[in-house]
Nanobody
Framework: QVQLVESGGGLVQAGGSLRLSCAAS????????WGWYRQAPGKQRELVAG???????DYADSVKGRFTISRDYAKNTMYLQMNSLKPEDTGVYYC????????WGQGTQVTVSS
């Protein structure tokens, strides 16, 4: 099993920044892909950014140049640095880990006011 705990969400004005954290524990050696997803009210959950065990990253077009995904292997923690936030970035942000199955965190709310 893998346990994921997100933190760092909150309320921020447009143009501001937040850094989300995802602390992982358990059988994390089995994980080969990590990612951040978000779900806005009334919309489906969507990929925001992903990172593989080799460090390859991928971003949704809507966040390229503004968000950065990273991992600290010593701390077993994944981060999402979010800059130049827009109201459309509002949603619940989830950490996801993919190994022999998919694991999800409980989510953290990000609200960007205009």
């Amino acid at each position: 099993q893998v346990q994921l705990v997100e933190s760092g969400g909150g309320l921020v004005q447009a143009g501001g920044s937040l850094r989300l954290s995802c602390a992982a524990s358990g059988s994390i050696f089995s994980i080969n892909t990590w990612g951040w997803y978000r779900q806005a009210p009334g919309k489906q959950r969507e990929l925001v950014a992903g990172i593989t065990s080799r460090g390859t990253t991928d971003y949704a077009d809507s966040v390229k140049g503004r968000f950065t995904i990273s991992r600290d292997y010593a701390k077993n923690t994944m981060y999402l640095q979010m800059n130049s936030l827009k109201p459309e970035d509002t949603g619940v942000y989830y950490c996801r880990a993919l190994g022999y199955r998919i694991f999800w965190g409980q989510g953290t709310q990000v609200t960007v006011s205009s």
